[in-house]
């Protein structure tokens, strides 16, 4: 390999930290770091109102499965 591009490859890993420091840091003057945390605020709010949503629905189904089941075995009215 050329020892040119073996010392840019030793500069990039070493200059590393500095690069990602800097990079955050043009994120935060932006405003760029606020829409980051916003999607992020939203994906978390989206996941939980997926899992309630989820959860009220397989209660649903499970209830109705439960009745018909009661109402098979033991005879009773589904309204019960």
Do not use: E, H
């Not at 930290?17 to 992020?40: A, E, V």
């Not at 397989?58 to 009215?77: D, E, N, P, W």
């Amino acid at each position: 390999m050329n020892s040119y591009i073996m010392y840019k490859m030793y500069l990039f890993v070493v200059n590393q930290p500095q690069y990602i420091l800097q990079q955050f840091n043009t994120f935060y003057k932006n405003g760029d770091i606020m829409n980051i945390l916003t999607y992020i605020g939203i994906a978390i709010g989206g996941l939980i109102a997926v899992g309630s949503t989820l959860g009220i629905t397989l209660g649903i189904v499970v209830t109705i499965i439960y009745k018909i089941f009661r109402a098979v075995k033991y005879k009773i009215s589904l309204f019960d």
